[in-house]
């Protein structure tokens, strides 16, 4: 004979296993339900694609030692810098493809950066935007381009050939984008005193006096 | 002090820079001198006085350390053969020099051997020759004949105490001159010429008409090597060439 106490203590822990029981399957269903609103509002949206725009190259030729005006159609970020290394990495890239006039090893990887800063004092502007006030549009800026070490290690040594190479960087920022009229460069980070052995990279180069007359030497 | 020496040596302008310095306190004086330190190098000569002696410069690039760039030579490319550019270099100066002196013209040479040379004491020896034309010799595998190259720096007006990293500024004009004389020989001998600007630091502290000359092979219309950079006999048509140049500028120079 079973206890009476012990059917009474049966009966609530089955009415209580089964209210259980019942209360995880919904928290079940909302916790289901939170997963499925959460991939909702997750970023499935593919990222915008820069708009094609044209772009001018004055890519370097070894043969005539000349610097030719190249008209391309690229898609530009439109950040300033991110436009301007956009630029300069087609520029290489164009240098790293077999048939290039002025080959060099390396191509667009080899700008690791390209700051652009006040040409004349002031504090920094990395990165000025498209929608900055129109003075800021005219402000001469310097362009600090920083080269990746294996890029200036790789570079073939020469007058000419190193010649050519700063020359075409400096004058396809200025055709690019006017208002930078000062170029320097760093490699690594760090200032360097030649490219391979001939250019001088300690200076700050005029970029409106390396922007030639199509197809004339620089 | 390494400046001193520098004053001591050098003409009767520095000579009477350093008797005033001595009349100064020391700490002024180490003030001064620090300051001068830029300047005092290439105020050896005044810009628009050439002296009597015609003496010429040739500052073989490169050397010890630094080996320059590697240089296809006689097969090279097929076999893999080079050689550095700074025994080319090297080579090509002391054949320049021997044709310039059989023409009784004054050499000062910035290395004889394979030994390291500081750009600055490259300019240094240049400023010190008091030379009417300086020769930087570079030799590359790129490009095609010969690519002559005067300072890209902005002519400036000759001042008493130029500042060291810009002093070829006040001789620009003459070094694109010299660069002229030096095209219209190499092309007269049937070279391919290229003339530019560039910025060399050793011939932008240069106080005297000065050229970059680099040496590139020859190519033919199917993109192989017509002719090498170890070649006797291109080394001594370009020898020959800008020897008659120099002699040329010697001339034009010494014009009343």
């Given at each position: ?130 929608t900055a006030p ?85 | ?30 003030c001064l001198v ?141 070094s694109i001159a ?79």
């Amino acid at each position: 004979m079973i206890p009476r106490y012990q059917t009474i203590l049966f009966v609530v822990l089955l009415a209580a296993s089964t209210v259980m029981g019942g209360v995880l399957w919904q928290l079940r269903d909302r916790a289901h339900q939170r997963l499925l609103a959460g991939q909702d509002s997750a970023p499935t949206q593919a990222p915008q694609v820069a708009p094609a725009e044209q772009a001018t190259l004055l890519v370097a030729s070894d043969t005539d030692n000349s610097l030719l005006a190249r008209t391309l159609s690229l898609p530009l970020p439109q950040s300033s810098g991110a436009r301007a290394r956009a630029v300069l990495g087609k520029l290489l890239d164009l240098y790293a493809s077999p048939e290039a006039a002025h080959p060099v090893p390396g191509g667009a990887a080899s700008i690791a950066q390209v700051f652009l800063l006040p040409a004349s004092g002031g504090t920094s502007t990395p990165g000025a935007t498209a929608t900055a006030p129109k003075e800021s549009q005219t402000t001469p800026e310097l362009a600090v381009v920083n080269l990746t070490g294996a890029f200036a290690a790789g570079h073939p040594s020469g007058l000419e050939t190193e010649t050519l190479t700063v020359l075409s960087i400096c004058a396809t920022l200025h055709a690019n984008q006017p208002r930078i009229t000062q170029v320097r460069f760093l490699v690594d980070g760090q200032t360097r005193a030649t490219l391979a052995g001939h250019a001088d990279l300690t200076r700050t180069y005029l970029a409106t006096q390396t922007v030639p007359t199509e197809g004339t030497h620089p | 002090m390494r400046w001193t020496k520098r004053l001591m040596e050098h003409d009767g302008r520095l000579t009477f820079q350093a008797s005033a310095l001595k009349r100064v306190g020391r700490p002024s004086c180490i003030c001064l001198v620090a300051a001068l330190g830029v300047f005092i190098p290439v105020l050896a000569q005044a810009p628009a006085a050439p002296s009597a002696r015609f003496v010429v410069v040739l500052d073989a690039a490169h050397g010890g350390d630094d080996a320059g760039g590697r240089i296809n030579t006689q097969g090279g490319d097929q076999a893999g053969h080079s050689e550095a550019e700074k025994a080319l270099t090297l080579a090509l100066s002391v054949r320049l020099r021997s044709l310039l002196a059989a023409r009784g013209i004054a050499v000062v040479t910035t290395r004889e051997t394979d030994a390291s040379v500081a750009l600055d004491r490259r300019a240094e020896i240049a400023n010190r020759a008091n030379a009417q034309a300086c020769l930087s010799l570079h030799v590359s595998q790129s490009g095609s004949g010969i690519h002559l190259y005067a300072s890209s720096l902005p002519p400036a007006e000759p001042v008493r105490f130029a500042a060291w990293k810009t002093a070829q500024a006040a001789y620009v004009t003459r070094s694109i001159a010299l660069a002229g004389v030096l095209n219209s020989a190499l092309l007269h001998a049937g070279m391919t010429v290229t003339l530019g600007r560039t910025a060399l630091p050793a011939v932008d502290s240069m106080a005297c008409p000065a050229v970059a000359l680099e040496v590139a092979p020859e190519w033919g219309s199917n993109h192989t090597q017509t002719v090498t950079l170890d070649d006797p006999a291109y080394q001594a048509r370009v020898a020959e060439a800008v020897a008659a140049a120099l002699l040329q500028w010697r001339a034009e120079v010494h014009q009343p």
